[in-house]
């Protein structure tokens, strides 16, 4: 890759192909994060901010752009460097698209007059612009950021929604998005559904009965269940247990907890059922897999 990591904080970096990837940074911790990471002139910039805030700096810390929730930014700049540094708030989620600019041509060479900067004119030029994306841009990036797949089909996954994010991204005619899922055109709807997973989250040990949840978040069971499955690609309860073991194994690498402690806080009354769960998700107990990770 010609871009080298060199980040502060933490992100999940998906290589789509030679010059073109995509960066998740998720920032649930309640202090701002910082993240940077080497960006030449050669690249092209899109970041959404799925959830909660980010500021991007830029010449050392002279000029900033703030990026609030469900806003995208894009910066393009053949002249200047652009490094990614930004500065995440506490529960916030930010999606980056970085591709080369020869990358970003051959994907529209044939439509260079639908796109702004794409014009002979413009191709030298730098190009930044902030905007509010669609439901269904919000929908895609959710998927992106959450989903139940094998390991080996993590990265064409990811591809497959690159390609529709940034098609989506361009698609600004009026009747855009309309006809593609009548549910999620609500944004009130998508909002009630991100309520719902933030619940289960925030109360996984003892997590409310479908029924519950539905009616804490005012929406029908069954529109309860069709819209988490188009948001995240599971069904809520899937959705739940994949998180509580990642979260159980994040707290076990510690090596601050016990099998005890750990199953507990994440709603399992007995270490034999969490043990048991966590075999179903890693293929192993977690005392074998704490043994191969102090080795590896």
């Known amino acids: 890759m010609e871009v080298k990591n060199v980040a502060e904080g933490s992100f999940n970096e998906v290589l789509i192909e030679e010059g073109f990837y ?4 998720q920032n649930d911790a309640s202090e701002i994060q910082h993240v940077k990471r080497k960006i030449n002139s050669s690249f092209i910039q899109f970041h959404f901010c799925l959830k909660g805030h980010a500021k991007f700096v830029f010449n050392d810390g002279n000029y900033a752009l703030d990026l609030s ?45 639908h796109i702004p900067f794409l014009s002979e004119e413009n191709k030298d030029k730098k190009y930044y612009t902030q905007e509010g994306f669609s439901p269904a841009l919000a929908v895609i990036l959710s998927q992106m950021m959450s989903y139940n797949l094998h390991p080996s089909l993590k990265s064409l996954y990811i591809k497959g929604k690159v390609y529709e994010l940034i098609s989506l991204y361009f698609n600004k005619g009026s009747e855009a998005d309309i006809e593609q899922c009548p549910f999620l055109v609500d944004e009130e709807n998508v909002r009630r559904i991100k309520q719902a997973k933030e619940i289960i989250i925030s109360r996984m040990a003892e997590p409310p009965s479908l029924k519950e949840l539905a009616s804490e978040i005012g929406l029908p069971l069954k529109k309860l269940k069709e819209g988490f499955k188009q948001i995240y690609g599971d069904t809520v309860y899937s ?21 005890n402690e750990v199953g507990l806080k994440v709603g399992y009354s007995t270490a034999s059922h969490f043990i048991s769960a966590f075999k179903k998700k890693y293929g ?13």
């Open 22 to 25: 995509v960066l998740k940074i």
């Open 69 to 113: 929730e469900e806003n995208s930014l894009l910066l393009y700049n053949t002249q200047l460097d652009l490094p990614l540094n930004v500065n995440l708030n506490a529960n916030s989620w930010l999606v980056s698209v970085v591709m080369t600019i020869q990358k970003f041509h051959s994907l529209f060479s044939r439509e260079a007059d």
């Open 239 to 259: 959705f739940l247990f994949d998180y509580k073991m990642e979260f159980a194994r994040k707290m076990l690498e510690t090596g601050k907890h016990n099998v």
């Open 284 to 296: 192993t107990t977690p005392k074998k897999y704490l043994m191969g990770s102090v080795n590896s």
